[in-house]
């Protein structure tokens, strides 16, 4: 085994090395030798042991501190988390108490107080409406008069804010929250416990974790002609999932199970949802029930921890009502306060015997490997050279594996000969299985892509002339025809002449990095191009509002180049009066980090453009904005509202259905016509009003003059709300969408039963004697022609009576035709 190693040693090896080995392999044959074991082994095995002993003391030891330094390490952070927790909630609630108070000094509200009449609920429903929709954090806003009732509400609605209708306001004087507010001095601010809303008696589904900020406000004094001042409470029912979304991510990074709960000991926040709220909801165990002991202690005080057998606990208190700048409330309706309770799993802050000896047993394999190592150090000593050269074998593996990793290679080139000798890692950048031999310098020159060959060759000689390094990318054709992109480093080597002797240098293959510098430059381009060609305007600005970057769009639409915008600020293009719509604008957008609103631009020409800017902040402080002319919109609106007026003015019924025949739209005429108002045929068919004088075949007729050819007219007879049936004459065509399919159905209705009166009137005169009303010549006729083809069908017989009035002319002649 020595004797290959140094055969593969010679190879590589210079000469002095080589010697030096020789001397190590002297030395390594008296390992075999019995006077050596003699005198070696027994003093070797004492003092192993012995210091055996004292490293697996010292381990012992070492282990219990490391162990004690983590756990006052995870103590300290999740006390930092505690703190950041703190401020979390403590912001929330600022917020909360701030949004109150401005409301509740606005001199809306105050208006309402000295004279509530509609004028004044209109405008403050419409503060309300704002507030909820701007902030989304508010449930319900109320206004409560001092008997509990409520005289406003606007709801959330999911994001669709509405005010409630005075029918369906409700009575919340026995709310404790209420008694609690009418307990305070004019004024003063009362918050309610967190707990889950409840309205109409029953606890709202979903559950909507709820905090109430009252104020109870002083009546304000109304003037001797206007109705009596309105004495209230005003009540903000904040969604409170949020602060609870907020305290989750404060504590998202905590190192084991993070819960929230009130003062009684139920959970307010817990990973299991379903130990949540156990103080309204039936059967859930509350976190003082689950762990007496830990409570006890928690409950006694304001901040510590406390080890149990389920773990170390810490916790922290937070009051509610000082953390949103308010005195201490007296009520027990209100949360004196909360606690943020960590739990710990014990195997993290309880150390085990077990553990230490878990490190200890780790620590035997390899304390009996140094043993072994020091050993053959000490019996090794005469052969230093061959540990040496152990070493350097094993340098040179940990250099080939970390080559391969790196994906780097390294090539030495002897310029007396022109061979190269490659790594291994070499040989598989360039497609090749490693042998060990060498390469001729040609070779490597032929397997440079052609493109690149001149500009590889001129970097060698510049160096070989310059006695420099030379750094390149280039590419390389791999056997199998594929392309490899790779980074050359190298530097020349010279003797003591200062001639050049060889080169040595590195190769590394940079095909994933090329190739991702390649698709980022492409992905910019393409979003460059998607910016200057985007249909609407597109503008960045810095922290002060003054343009960074602005689209072709935006330079049309403002009349200028680019040049002359960057550095302009966006209220210069504003008429004076839109300029504090921006100072809101701005605080909106900080508050939100997003906005939509619409504004007049002034361009270069001094024209206004009607716009809709869609503005969003950007990480680093800047300003994005979506310009988009709406002018083109406005006309089309106005184009629409236009068309609302023709369609509910017209006489005719107008009927508008979707492709499942559901009706979407009906004009005024319709409901004149057939006595249904437009809610009840909304979302109804048009068999609502179909008659029974019209078989499936005409319907069937119908319908596939509709599909064949997009329209039917003909008369037809309909059936009014009150059951009575009037003909029609109707007209009926489809719209279609861009692909052809059905999309709509419009149908378009006359009544003309005066028309069909009028028909029966002229039928009637025909078949009639004027005078007598009796059936005249024509009508006989015609009724004697159909009995005699009766009865010839039927072969009967037919009678036929002639009476003869005699001398009837005479009496007409003198007495006239009444008389006759």
């Not at 003093?43 to 162990?67: G, K, P, Q, T």
């Not at 790779?486 to 002449?497: S, T």
């Not at 390649?518 to 381009?525: F, G, K, Q, T």
């Not at 008659?691 to 319907?699: G, I, K, L, Q, T």
Request: hydrophobic residues 40%; aromatic residues 8%; charged residues 25%.
């Amino acid at each position: 085994m020595i004797t290959s190693l140094f055969r593969a040693a010679s190879r590589s090896l210079s000469p002095d090395v080589l010697r030096m080995l020789r001397k190590g392999r002297d030395a390594l044959a008296l390992l075999g030798r019995r006077t050596f074991h003699a005198s070696f082994l027994p003093r070797f095995l004492a003092w192993s042991a012995l210091s055996s002993i004292a490293v697996l003391v010292a381990v012992y030891w070492i282990e219990h501190a490391r162990f004690e330094l983590e756990r006052r390490t995870l103590l300290e952070e999740e006390g930092l988390r505690h703190a950041y927790a703190v401020a979390v909630l403590t912001r929330d609630l600022e917020v909360l108490v701030t949004d109150l108070k401005r409301l509740a000094y606005s001199q809306v509200l105050q208006d309402y107080l000295r004279d509530p009449v509609r004028a004044q609920t209109l405008r403050l429903q419409n503060d309300l409406l704002n507030l909820v929709e701007q902030t989304a954090i508010y449930d319900q806003v109320r206004l409560l008069d001092a008997s509990g009732h409520e005289r406003i509400r606007v709801n959330f609605n999911a994001g669709q804010p509405f005010a409630v209708p005075e029918s369906e306001l409700q009575d919340k004087s026995k709310r404790y929250y209420f008694r609690a507010a009418m307990d305070l001095e004019p004024g003063r601010i009362y918050l309610s416990r967190l707990d889950l809303n409840v309205e109409n008696g029953e606890i709202e589904l979903p559950h909507k974790p709820t905090i109430r900020a009252i104020m109870r406000l002083p009546a304000a004094s109304g003037s001797e002609r206007q109705a009596p001042a309105v004495s209230a409470v005003l009540v903000l029912n904040y969604r409170a999932e949020q602060l609870l979304h907020h305290y989750q991510a404060a504590m998202a990074s905590s190192s084991g199970e993070a819960m929230l709960l009130n003062e009684a000991g139920y959970w307010l926040h817990s990973e299991d949802s379903g130990d949540s709220w156990g103080f309204m909801l039936q059967g859930r165990q509350g976190f003082a029930q689950r762990y007496p002991r830990v409570w006890r202690t928690i409950a006694a005080e304001a901040s510590g921890s406390q080890l149990d057998d389920a773990g170390l606990f810490l916790f922290t208190s937070v009051q509610p009502n000082v953390a949103a700048r308010l005195p201490v409330p007296t009520s027990n309706d209100v949360d004196d306060r909360w606690l943020i309770v960590t739990r710990i799993g014990p195997e993290r802050v309880s150390f085990s015997h077990w553990q230490a000896a878990h490190g200890v047993a780790r620590t035997i394999p390899w304390l009996i490997l140094a043993c072994v190592l020091l050993a053959l150090v000490l019996a090794w000593l005469r052969a230093l050279t061959v540990l040496r050269a152990s070493a350097l074998l094993a340098s040179e593996q940990s250099l080939a594996h970390a080559q391969r990793l790196a994906n780097l290679g390294s090539w030495t080139l002897e310029l007396s000969t022109r061979q190269l000798t490659w790594s291994d890692q070499t040989y598989r950048i360039f497609g090749m299985t490693p042998d060990g031999g060498t390469v001729p310098h040609e070779w490597f020159i032929e397997r440079v892509h052609p493109e690149e060959r001149s500009q590889v060759e001129s970097a060698v000689r510049t160096a070989l002339d310059e006695r420099s390094a030379y750094s390149i990318s280039h590419r390389v054709l791999l056997p199998d025809g594929r392309v490899r992109y790779v980074h050359e480093r190298a530097v020349v080597e010279l003797d003591r002449r200062g001639e050049p002797v060889r080169m040595v240098g590195t190769v590394q293959d940079v095909t994933d990095l090329t190739q991702a510098d390649l698709a980022l430059r492409a992905s910019e381009s393409k979003l460059r191009e998607l910016f200057e060609h985007a249909p609407d305007g597109i503008v960045v600005a810095d922290p002060a509002g003054a343009i960074i970057e602005v689209n072709s769009a935006g330079c049309a639409l403002l009349g200028q180049t680019p040049e002359a915008l960057r550095g302009r600020t966006l209220a210069s293009f504003l008429p004076n009066q839109g300029r504090g719509d921006l100072w809101r604008a701005r605080r909106r957008l900080l508050r939100n980090g997003v906005d939509l609103s619409l504004w007049e631009l002034c361009g270069a020409d001094g024209r206004c453009i009607p716009v809709e800017i869609s503005a969003k902040r950007l990480p680093d402080g800047c300003w994005q904005l979506f310009v988009r002319d709406t002018a083109e919109r406005k006309r089309t609106e106005e184009h629409l509202r236009q068309a609302a007026i023709v369609f509910d003015s017209t006489r005719e019924a107008i009927l508008v259905a979707n492709a499942r025949g559901e009706v979407i739209a009906a004009n005024r005429a319709y409901t004149r016509i057939t006595g249904y108002e437009q809610d009840e045929i909304l979302g109804r068919t048009p068999r609502l009003h179909q008659s029974a004088e019209h078989d499936r075949a005409f319907y069937t007729a119908l319908w596939d003059a509709l599909h064949s050819s997009g329209q039917w007219q003909g008369e037809i007879w309909n059936r009014r709300k009150d059951g009575t049936l009037f003909p029609a004459w109707e007209s009926i065509n489809t719209v279609r969408d861009e692909d052809g399919r059905i999309c709509n159905y419009v149908a378009i209705m006359s009544d003309i039963s005066p028309l069909k009166a009028a028909e029966q009137r002229l039928a009637h005169i025909a078949h009639h004697d004027m005078l007598t009303g009796l059936s005249n010549r024509v009508l006989f006729n015609l009724t004697l022609e159909h009995a005699i083809e009766r009865a010839r069908r039927h072969e009967a017989k037919l009678a036929l009576l002639f009476m003869d009035l005699d001398r009837f002319k005479l009496v007409n002649d003198t007495l006239g035709h009444d008389a006759g």
